[in-house]
């Protein structure tokens, strides 16, 4: 059931606006859906003005890639498919990266830049010490900025200082997000190139990081892990609070480590999974 609540996700907002209606397209709005192997996968672009105030969501490129409810039965190939959908949504990668796991790692539904962080390959340090063994990947760097109630400082403030001092040429940002739809709680991945408000999606919107306050473009990537309460009922008492699934530690850590893997594959081409996981084990 799809119902009227906030989300961060693209695709959402276009179904809700045009489903049930006789309306099937937006103005300056274009939309694309594809099967890829067992991922479905909704490309929403926004144009120009009026898709954007359509859609509430800045113009750019927004991908949806559903994912089944046993995500970890599937982490290969999920990973496989999202590293080109993060691609798909880049562009030309260039050749250093900045990081951004952003959220609270000490509340669960908001941990998920957390969990992703401990599975990202950081290698900016490594290209430095041994060019030659690592000419073949792209030069990573990764900050935990935390949230503004446990360090004092925006996230976008401190992300800012970083690019001024490291120079990378993108920032990849990854957060969790709100949806509106219950099904796909944990079960959707959402790609933009348009960057990201931290905590928007549950009304708490901090500073932007996009292309305009870094100056360098901002790919987001994020999973909703919450929905508004006050969609699914009047009861005003709801008002504030937010639902998610009982199942949340368990699917919050899987979704962070297929964006994790993703971005790894995404940035590192020619990377295999067993590759990978031999230099996180080392």
């Known amino acids: 059931m799809v119902i009227n609540g906030r989300t961060d996700l693209a695709s959402e907002v276009r179904r809700r606006l045009c489903d049930g209606g006789s309306v099937t397209e937006l103005p300056g709005v274009r939309a694309r859906e594809e099967q890829i192997g067992i991922f479905p996968v909704t490309t929403v672009e926004i144009l120009d003005g009026r898709?954007?105030?359509?859609?509430?969501?800045?113009?750019?490129?927004?991908?949806?890639?559903?994912?089944?409810?046993?995500?970890?039965?599937?982490?290969?190939p999920a990973a496989e498919v999202l590293a080109g959908l993060i691609r798909r949504c880049a562009g030309a990668l260039p050749p250093r990266v900045l990081l951004a796991a952003l959220g609270?790692?000490?509340?669960?539904?908001?941990?998920l830049g957390s969990l992703a962080a401990g599975q990202l390959l950081v290698t900016e340090h490594l290209k430095r010490s041994d060019p030659a063994s690592f000419?073949?990947?792209?030069?990573?760097?990764?900050?935990?900025?935390?949230?503004?109630?446990?360090?004092?400082?925006?996230?976008a403030r401190q992300i800012r200082a970083l690019c001024q001092e490291t120079g990378p040429?993108?920032?990849?940002?990854?957060?969790?997000?709100?949806?509106?739809?219950?099904?796909?709680?944990?079960?959707?991945?959402?790609?933009?190139?348009?960057?990201i408000s931290p905590g928007s999606g549950v009304g708490n919107s901090r500073e932007a990081l996009n292309r305009e306050s870094l100056g360098i473009p901002v790919l987001a990537i994020g999973v909703p892990t919450v929905v508004d309460a006050s969609a699914l009922s009047p009861n005003p008492?709801?008002?504030?609070?937010?639902?998610?699934?009982?199942?949340?530690?368990?699917?919050?850590?899987?979704?962070g480590?297929?964006?994790?893997?993703?971005?790894?594959?995404?940035l590192h081409e020619g990377l295999s999974i067993e590759e990978m996981q031999l230099l996180l084990e080392g």
């Open 135 to 155: 000419a073949a990947f792209r030069g990573t760097l990764l900050c935990r900025p935390g949230v503004l109630g446990t360090s004092g400082v925006e996230s």
């Open 257 to 266: 480590r297929l964006i994790a893997w993703g971005v790894n594959l995404a």
């Open 169 to 195: 040429d993108l920032v990849i940002a990854i957060d969790a997000l709100a949806g509106a739809d219950l099904r796909l709680l944990c079960r959707s991945v959402q790609i933009c190139n348009t960057g």
């Open 237 to 255: 008492e709801l008002r504030g609070m937010f639902v998610t699934p009982r199942s949340i530690d368990s699917q919050v850590r899987a979704c």
């Open 51 to 76: 898709g954007a105030r359509a859609l509430g969501k800045p113009r750019g490129t927004y991908i949806t890639m559903e994912l089944p409810s046993r995500l970890q039965d599937c982490l290969v």
């Open 104 to 111: 609270n790692p000490d509340i669960t539904p908001d941990a």
